[in-house]
């Protein structure tokens, strides 16, 4: 059983890079039957039928604390990748070229940045309504920065995409069957 947080949390983006490595990178036929997302979240549902995550409060606790900060700074990264000038022309949405050290933690950081200032700006301005306030402010923070400079910045839906699967791999850790 898994009682430590940081065990818990590196296990679920080990499981989760194994998994979308195994799918990007073999030829296997299995594993192309279904989506990564899809066998993530069965598979760390299994996890969890089978208590191999404690439901201790520390636990509990990086989970929320995972979700509340990775989710806004997801969206905010799949948002600035939209070229909202060319979608209206026709549906072109902007590409992710290959990432640098650098160009990674400063997607990394700007997004964990923008999550972090929209729960701020969320708080501040809806105290009852934080968790909705928060994904509509990244929300509008990313529209805004899809008509910026960090558009052209390559490699933002490969970071948005790893969230995703850790928010996936949280959410299956979670739940039973």
Known sequence: MITNPLIYLFS??????????LETK?????????????????????????????????IHHIYTLTLTNLIPAMLFL?????????????????CACTLGVKRYWF??????????LSQLLAHHFTPNYTPLSTLLIATLLGVIGSFT???EVG??????MTMLYLIIALVGSQTTF
């Not at 679920?12 to 490595?21: D, G, I, K």
């Not at 997607?107 to 972090?116: D, Q």
């Not at 490699?155 to 948005?160: D, F, H, L, P």
């Open 12 to 21: 679920l983006a080990f499981l989760a890079t194994a998994l979308y490595t």
């Open 26 to 58: 073999t030829s296997w036929k299995v594993v192309h039957i279904f989506p990564t997302i899809l066998t993530l979240y069965i598979f760390t549902t299994l996890l969890a039928s089978l208590d191999i995550f404690s439901k201790n409060a520390n």
């Open 78 to 94: 799949m948002l600035i990748q939209i070229d909202f000038t060319k979608l209206f022309h026709s549906s072109t949405i902007g």
């Open 107 to 116: 997607l990394v950081l700007l997004s964990l940045g923008i999550s972090f």
């Open 149 to 151: 400079k960090l558009q």
């Open 155 to 160: 490699g933002s839906k490969e970071i948005a």
